[in-house]
């Protein structure tokens, strides 16, 4: 066997290796694969040496192969579905070196740099290969949510309730008066039957002080009535930490969520994120109030009552004890049990809302296509689905209920059986002290039950709390460089520079892509759709970070730029202006909020929305709903342009800002747009190729590359993709023309 | 002017005597078709994976510029030669992958993931999934894919297959 950097390999595959001349000294890189090309799992080892890469099988159905470096173009990996492959581009087309399975997709899409750099005769290290899977945590080896979480595990539950506890710190004086007042409850709690006890045994049935009746009665009143009242005060105090926390964390969530890279929500849904605000935040608050109100109290309240148990009575207080692991066992088996119905039954719950907000939303087109009887199919099975999963869920906690109770209830039967043979034997132990005893057995059992749940509203909570810090805890994958550079006024030169780039780092969008655009400059971008054309926008605006080559703004690396310069600078005006709940006048100062009315009525002029504004009733403090929903398409972009105009920005990025409205909002749209990109670098993607006849440059992005440019007539006159592009349109506006 | 004909999109049918499938070195496929069009590095697709996976299979190409180009499509498989039926089969083979659950030894929930193990076509497996209703799809209405944290594909073909302990044990889990 040689081991070479962790990976040790094994005799036989370096005999094979022998017989092809190369020694283990040779060996550069290496990694395995599991499968084999017909998907049996097997061991397929992939080296590589200064000018070679070689496969050979340790197990599986595979041939070895073996490639001169310098034969190969360039490596990629081809998904298939469920697999990938390493493929190699020899001559001019691409050879299947390895196949292995997507969990094996990171290391190989690692191997691929390793091996470019190799072929340029720089350092490679087989470490970076073989490094954890950003899925798995690099400590324990626990499978993640997301890449590169916190790992749950690892932030076990000590760590996870000492950071609870931490929140809990600017309200430590409320929590102090909170566990004192519990005490004070517990002792009340166990007053009554010892009020009782002396009750029956010195006035009822001895009538050695019949004038203390009406003493114990009143202390029994005031003992009940103190009770009520600290338990009023104990609920008040709880429930406002309880909320004052839930509020501390959603304002921490918020900010936190708002610095965080548009990369991470690309790997987080919207709903998801929702649920964070809403449920799991909501976990804090019930933890809060049950910790108070129930885990605590419970806790003091079953120590309370077993020390009064034992006091009285110890061999009684040990056959109290008899049902009480039938107690613990039989909850926390039943709740084992039906925990997982509820979240079918919720899941049911949610999923027919669903249904119900798609169907009644899009009402016009299930009546358009008759699809009624069909969707009212869908929603019987649905409903039934629910109504199973309720009545699941409702008949388990039927049965659980009588069956808990009757183990309380034997407990009190022992005692009534145990406790009064003591009783008539004379021994000393008074009825009085009995019907103490069976007031505090009655009290001990509910506490211990809630107690069992423990472990179901703890797990919940700690899940809800990973869930949480797993936020709190995220990074920035873009942050700004320690030295950022300020640049409180951008030219608008831009400079990409050999850059590739793919959300997928295992598939590049942007390959290799350089161009320059001068400042004040109007630059289009066409192409087809998924050629690459936004993403290119998505690395000027410094939303992602390339993975090779850089992009360059007045000769300074993006990555150098204070983000907050960098984007303050950037007018984004998309195909979908996205407007916020808030008055028309709110929407058109969104970028500056401290816009004079003059500023936004000029800016509205220009942008060519101030007429119809002006016709609505409310004018410029018309609310608008979420997404701008009651204005038209057009004008909602008319909006979105005199947002960014109101902004003056160096840069102005168009991405397909007329593509989505008709005739004669674009015209309108358009002399707005030719307003909004006098003196500054304009960036234009278009579909509509003719609103770029005007541009000083036009790229043609095929594939991740840009593929031509020049200027309309330049472009026309290549006869290229470009050329077949207007060609195509023409054809469609003339059709459209006879059409109309 | 010339009058010119907007043609609709078609499907490409490959009439099976027009085509010859054969391998070429290191295992790739390479298909001719009508005699002068040589497609090289060859892979299929099928059109319905699931409920018709033999027939309408699609063969692609990259191009130059390393853009997948259709071909055209096979209507039904079994109208080839035996080899070059072989052939189709071969490459997708290689085109799709997963592991058939087969039974299952155990399932746990821990940190909102759900912890399988199984029995498979391959072997035993021990794999995990994120608790949500979208990493397990439906597969032919009796049936679910469900996909690991890795996007590695576990199918469950049929789940009344499984013995009655083990349906109870997938059903309160996967219940979606």
Known sequence: ?740 | MEEEKIEKPEVVFLKPDKIKIFRATFGTIHVMVDNNSLYRGVFAVAAFPVSNPTKYISLFYYDERDREQEIGMLEDIDDLTEQQRDLVKQALTRQYFSFEILAINSIKFAYGLLFFDVETDKGTRQFSMRWEGSRALDYAGKGKIILDIFEDRYVLKDISSLSRTEQELFLRYIYW
């Open chain 1, 1 to 740: 066997m040689s081991d070479t950097d962790g990976l040790s390999i094994p005799d036989s595959v370096l005999e094979k290796l022998n017989k092809r001349g190369i020694k283990s000294s040779d060996i550069r890189l290496k990694t395995t694969a599991d499968l084999d090309f017909y998907g049996n799992p097997s061991v397929i080892w992939v080296f590589a040496t200064e000018t070679k890469i070689l496969v050979i099988p340790e197990t599986g159905l595979q041939e070895e192969l073996e490639f001169e470096l310098s034969r190969i173009k360039r490596f990629r990996i081809r998904a298939s579905v469920g697999s990938a492959y390493l493929q190699a581009r020899v001559d001019d087309f691409f050879i299947e070196l390895v196949r292995f399975t997507n969990a094996l997709r990171y290391r190989f899409s690692r191997l691929i740099v390793q091996l470019d750099l190799l072929r340029q005769g720089k350092p490679v290290s087989d470490e970076y290969i073989n490094e954890p899977h950003p899925m798995t945590c690099p400590v324990c080896g626990l499978p993640l949510q997301t890449e590169k979480a916190t790992c749950p595990r690892c932030a076990r539950q000590g760590p996870i309730m000492f950071r609870v506890l931490y929140l809990l710190e600017p309200y430590l004086h409320w929590v102090i008066i909170v566990l004192l007042l519990m005490f004070i409850s517990v002792a009340l709690n166990l007053l009554p039957p010892k009020l009782t006890q002396i009750l029956v045994d010195e006035v009822l049935t001895t009538r050695r002080h019949v004038d203390w009746l009406v003493w114990i009665v009143v202390a029994l009143v005031a003992a009940e009535l103190m009770r009520a009242l600290i338990n009023m005060v104990v609920g008040t105090l709880t429930t406002s930490i309880g909320t004052l926390i839930t509020f501390d964390l959603r304002k921490k969530l918020f900010t936190k969520l708002q610095g965080l890279s548009v990369d991470y929500y690309d790997q987080q849904s919207v709903g998801t994120l929702m649920t964070r605000f809403s449920s799991d935040v909501e976990a804090f608050h019930g933890f809060i109030t049950q910790a108070g109100q129930g885990f605590l109290l419970n806790m003091f309240l079953i120590a309370g009552i077993g020390i009064m148990l034992f006091f009285l009575n110890a061999r009684l207080a040990f056959f109290v004890l008899i049902p009480v692991p039938l107690v613990l066992f039989g909850t926390y088996f039943f709740w084992n049990k039906i925990y997982p119905m509820y979240f079918k039954f919720w899941d049911s719950q949610s999923k027919i809302s669903r249904f119900l907000n798609t169907v009644l939303s899009g009402i016009k087109v299930v009546k358009a296509f008759a699809q009624e009887d069909k969707e009212i199919k869908r929603f019987e099975k649905m409903a039934n689905d629910l109504k199973d999963a309720n009545r699941r869920v409702n008949i388990n906690v039927a049965k659980f209920n009588p069956l808990m109770a009757f183990l309380f209830s034997t407990g009190g039967l022992i005692v009534w059986y145990a406790g009064g043979k003591t009783v008539l034997a004379n021994t000393g132990f008074t009825l009085g002290q009995l019907m103490a005893f069976l007031s505090y057995t009655g009290m001990f059992y509910a506490p211990l039950s809630q107690m069992a749940l423990m472990s179901n509203w703890v797990s919940s909570f700690v899940t809800a709390s990973h869930r949480i810090f797993e936020i709190l805890d995220t990074e920035p994958q873009l942050k700004d460089a320690p030295n950022a550079i300020r640049m409180p006024r951008i030219e608008g030169h831009i400079r990409f520079e050999h850059v590739t780039f793919g959300y997928d780092p295992y598939q590049p969008i942007i390959k290799d892509v350089s161009f320059e655009i001068e400042p004040g400059r109007l630059v289009g971008i066409v192409g087809k759709s998924g050629s690459g054309k936004t993403t290119l926008v998505n690395l000027i605006c410094r939303f992602y970070d390339v993975q090779e080559g850089a992009v360059y703004i007045d000769g300074k690396d993006i990555r150098d730029i204070s983000s907050y310069d960098l984007r303050r600078q950037i007018g984004l005006v998309l195909q979908e202006p996205f407007l916020f709940r808030g008055s028309i006048a709110e929407n058109i100062s969104y970028g500056r909020p401290d816009a004079s009315f003059k500023e936004i009525l000029n800016a509205a002029k220009a942008a060519n929305c101030h007429d119809f504004i002006m016709k609505l009733p409310n004018g410029y403090d018309t609310q608008l709903r979420e997404h701008g929903s009651g204005i038209s398409g057009g004008e909602k972009q008319r909006i979105g342009i005199a947002r960014a105009l109101l902004c003056d920005p160096p840069i102005l990025i168009l991405d397909e800002a007329t593509s989505s409205v008709d005739t004669e909002s674009e015209k309108k749209i358009q002399d707005a747009l030719d307003v909004l990109c006098r003196n500054r670098t304009t960036i234009a993607i278009a579909h509509r190729l003719s609103t770029l006849r005007g541009a000083d440059k036009i790229f043609v992005v095929d594939n991740g590359r840009i593929a031509e440019s020049g200027t309309h007539k330049e472009l026309l006159d290549m006869k290229g993709i470009y050329y077949r592009l207007v060609m195509m349109q023409t054809k469609l506006t003339s059709i459209e023309t006879e059409v109309g």
